[in-house]
């Protein structure tokens, strides 16, 4: 099978990133009837990108890139959310802080800390409880595999 994946600046952007990807294949779950080969192709691209604490699949912007590429996995269902979402829920549960709060990984760029203590622990939560499907906008559409 092909890898491919999507870009976030069609004609700037000249690799496929996986956050795009991840918000391509959401998008594409919400609008298609079921996954396409392109979706199929997609989900090959994100597997070399398992979860990690750092990585250049989050281009610096950490839980930004997390979350929608969750919400991706999340849409595709089955075994590939099972399997990603025991992976990041690891990652996420070992880098909490005692307060409950979490922490931005090392390399992420320098401005988004500038957001406070909130967003990195308010995107963990909503990636930690996408399975809960609380948000009406966040709830799984169909199992696309």
């Known amino acids: 099978m092909r890898v491919a994946g999507f870009v976030y600046r069609v004609g700037v ?13 959401f998008i594409k779950s919400l609008f298609e009837k079921e996954a396409d080969d392109k979706v199929r192709e997609s989900l090959v691209f994100l597997r070399l990108f398992p979860p990690s604490w750092v990585g250049e699949q989050y281009g610096g912007y950490y839980y930004f890139a997390l ?7 999340f849409q595709v269902g089955g075994e590939t959310w099972d399997r990603y979402r025991e992976a990041v829920s ?10 409950g709060s979490w922490p931005f990984p090392p390399d992420n760029r ?9 967003y990195p622990t308010s995107l963990a939560i909503l990636v930690l ?17």
């Open 67 to 73: 979350f929608y590429i969750s919400q991706g996995m």
């Open 13 to 25: 952007s000249t690799e496929p990133e996986p956050s795009a990807t991840g918000v391509a294949i």
């Open 129 to 145: 409880s996408l399975e809960k499907q609380y948000l009406p906008m966040y709830q799984r559409q169909k199992n696309l595999y």
């Open 110 to 118: 320098p401005q988004s800390r500038l957001t406070g203590d909130s």
């Open 90 to 99: 690891e990652i996420l549960i070992e880098h909490q802080n005692g307060d």
